[in-house]
């Protein structure tokens, strides 16, 4: 009986998920926020927190838009936010105009798996280079709010790109987040981005952040680097198991965060005590990897190192 139940439970809880991913939701007109967070481990200085909102309509060619604004913080109201894009949405596709660009569709919840949408330009190298991407996957998701949308998967484009997640009704969910489509490259000096959050009608639906239990936890503007790196070494380097990370500080519950060479996280160390840590190869493959090592949202040390064949 007890197992019957938890079966139950089970198929009960598939047959939820699926139902709301089976409808479909719409993209936001109002009070949507989207936010990623992005920093350089050389240059713990360095912050590219990006923050956008809807902020009323525009018509333009005699389509009605919706105004996208790059925030100065966490509000519309700031002055100093500027408008950067518009989106409209038509049969299930999402446009978009952005600067001097053509109309260019962002997304496209039609798709179904081997469907191909195409790009006709790029906010990385501001050209009109086309680029597509494949549809590899589609499954649903679970949300923050505790609701299942509709997610595709897209396959990377080019030398320098990885895959992309988009769910209905938010849009990307990876690095640069609502206008990441139209960036088909991944950064390889050091720059790294992580879609942190979307919320609408200050609901969050997706949260992705290891520094609060919010979408915001602080004023861009009042982002700083407020205490500078310590003295640290990574001795040997190059290595093929293991190496030690040296620094002259004493560590208190501090993180440390590997990267690959895509901007990827592949290992975080986490409540490390002390002025050593031990870096272990386990099942990383050859290559650079970066890492980036803080204490109380303090970037303490970042470097990079490289982990030879074995």
Known sequence: MKNLMILTAFLLTLTVGYGQSNVYHPFPVSNAFWGDDGSN?????????????????????????????????????????????????????????????????????????????NYHYSLVFNNTDEFARKVTKIDSVLLFNGEYRKQYTFAPVGFNSTDDLVVEGIGSILWKGLFNPLINAMATNGDNFRFECFKQNEIIYFLNNPDCDHCFCTLVTDIKDVKKLVNHTVTPNPFSQLA???????????????????????????????????????????????????????????????????
Do not use: H, M
Request: hydrophobic residues 35%; glycine residues 6%; proline residues 2%.
């Open 244 to 310: 030690v990370l040296q620094t002259d500080y004493y560590l208190n519950n501090a993180t440390l965060i590997l990267y690959n060479s895509f901007g990827q996280v592949v290992r975080q160390l986490t409540s490390i005590t002390g002025k050593t840590i031990t870096l272990r190869r386990d099942n990383l493959p050859t290559g650079i990897y970066f890492y980036k090592l803080s204490e109380n949202n303090r970037i303490l040390a970042s470097d990079k190192f490289i982990i030879s064949k074995w």
């Open 41 to 117: 481990i050389f240059n713990g200085s360095i912050c590219y927190d990006t923050r956008y909102g809807l902020n009323g309509d525009t018509t333009i060619n005699g389509k009605v838009y919706t105004k996208v604004y790059s925030l100065a913080d966490s509000t519309l109201t700031n002055p100093n936010s500027n408008y950067f894009a518009a989106i409209r949405e038509e049969d299930k596709r999402i446009y978009t105009l952005i600067g001097n660009f053509p109309e260019e569709v962002l997304y496209d919840f039609n798709l179904v798996v081997g469907d191909t949408i």
